[in-house]
């Protein structure tokens, strides 16, 4: 999957600590709606079992994955986007002081290594903004591929749904 040497990253599931910082990450608009809250709520789905907080070698908090329903759009789920069982969804978030500086596709192929590994999918998917232009083009970089969009009605914000199948 990865052509180049990657930089190492340690993946752990969530540990209370990282989920009470990543609740207080803020990222700038219009990628603000990626911001969670502090409330217990959310701290609580980090610590379900389906996230996983990721470090550098140095040991500092790099951004985190999830893996399964907690990465699918509640509206998609009501949509019926995500009804392929052979697909194993994952979220991912980059720490926001991070972004936009090159270092996404070595973080996010260290995050399907590490599912690919875990969970063995056939292909991976994944529900991203139509306005987040990066993001879509380092999946497109690593070999998604576009399949869908629906619109999340609760603030109009188009999604596409993309894929990474293995050969």
């Not at 996230?51 to 908090?61: A, H, R």
């Not at 790099?62 to 392929?84: S, T």
């Not at 972004?99 to 599912?115: P, S």
Request: charge should be positive; include cysteine.
């Amino acid at each position: 999957m990865n052509n180049k040497q990657s930089i190492s990253y340690i993946f752990h599931l969530m540990r209370l600590e990282d989920a009470e910082n990543i609740v207080k990450w803020h990222y700038a608009p219009p990628y603000s709606i990626y911001n969670m809250s502090d409330d217990l709520e959310d701290i609580q789905e980090l610590m379900d079992g389906s996230y996983y907080s990721v470090k550098n070698l140095e040991n500092e908090l790099i951004g985190f994955f999830c893996f399964g329903k907690n990465a699918k759009i509640p509206a998609g789920i009501r949509q019926g986007m995500y009804l392929d069982q052979t697909a194993l969804d994952i979220g991912l978030g980059l720490r926001p002081d991070l972004t936009g500086q090159g270092k996404g596709r070595d973080f996010l192929i260290a995050g399907l290594d590490f599912a690919r590994k875990k969970y063995k999918p056939r292909k991976f998917r994944l529900s991203v903004a139509a306005f987040n232009k990066r993001a879509i083009s380092l999946y497109k970089k690593v070999g998604f591929i576009s399949k869908d969009t629906f619109i999340n009605k609760d603030n109009e914000t188009e999604f596409i749904l993309m894929e990474l199948v293995f050969l």
